[in-house]
């Protein structure tokens, strides 16, 4: 079963502007996230990650959000470059756990 | 420091043959992943080791898929015989504890074509 999920598949912002991801989970033991970032031919790189005591956690341009009582989380990107065109990936796992769910992946698109 | 190392990068062989997959996890990482990663979708999980011990295999499929991290460090993932629906990325990872929460450190990956 999809335990996270990602519903938008790609997105496209112009440069400059905020780049908006979500995610979705269904798993109510989760309580750490994470953000990655994965460029073609490459592996996925860790950006940023939130755990449950926090509802925002901030890193440059970067910020996460994570709203519990919904089982959603989201990644902000202000303001959005053309080096930020990559797929991101949402995971979820329960903190100290290895055992880590990732969502499919939103292709974010930032023209210049 | 030197990042996971994958190889080999490609791989593409026929239904039916065997195929193996290399990784180097970064020095001092103790927990090594290997994840499956079919088109359009993300990772998926197949094994995890802790040192040289696997603890959890359940999503590998025994019947052909086989791994080994012989000594703690390196690994190899092996698929015999390969099927048409092995086609994917191998990725492998590793992290240093649990100290660092859940932060995994992927290395390239292995594109696997059966043909």
């Known amino acids: 079963d999809q335990q996270v999920k990602q519903n938008s598949p790609s997105l496209s912002v112009q440069e400059g502007r905020i780049s908006i991801l979500n995610c979705d989970y269904t798993n109510s033991m989760f309580d750490y996230f994470l953000w990655y970032k994965k460029y073609p031919a490459e592996g996925p790189t860790f950006l940023i990650s939130?755990?449950?005591?926090?509802d925002k956690n901030e890193d440059g341009r970067f910020t996460v959000f994570l709203n519990k009582s919904a089982k959603h989380l989201s990644l902000h990107i202000v303001p959005s470059q053309p080096g930020d065109s990559a797929v991101y990936f949402c995971a979820a796992s329960v903190y100290n756990n290895n055992d880590m769910r990732f969502g499919a992946g939103t292709r974010l698109t930032v023209k210049p | 420091e030197a990042g996971v190392v994958q190889s080999p990068r490609y791989k593409i062989i026929e239904k039916k043959q065997p195929v193996a997959f290399w990784c180097n996890p970064i020095?001092?990482?103790?927990?090594l992943y290997w994840y499956r990663q079919n088109l359009g979708q993300g990772p998926e999980l197949l094994i995890r080791y802790e040192n040289e011990e696997a603890v959890d295999d359940s999503q590998l499929p025994k019947d052909r898929f086989s791994a080994e991290r012989l000594k703690g460090v390196d690994s190899t993932l092996k698929i015999q015989p390969a099927e048409l629906g092995d086609s994917a990325v191998y990725l492998c990872a590793s992290s240093l504890d649990s100290r660092e929460g859940n932060i995994q450190y992927f290395g390239a990956g292995t594109r696997l074509s059966v043909l």
């Open positions: 939130i755990s449950s005591i926090k």
């Open positions: 020095s001092g990482h103790n927990t």
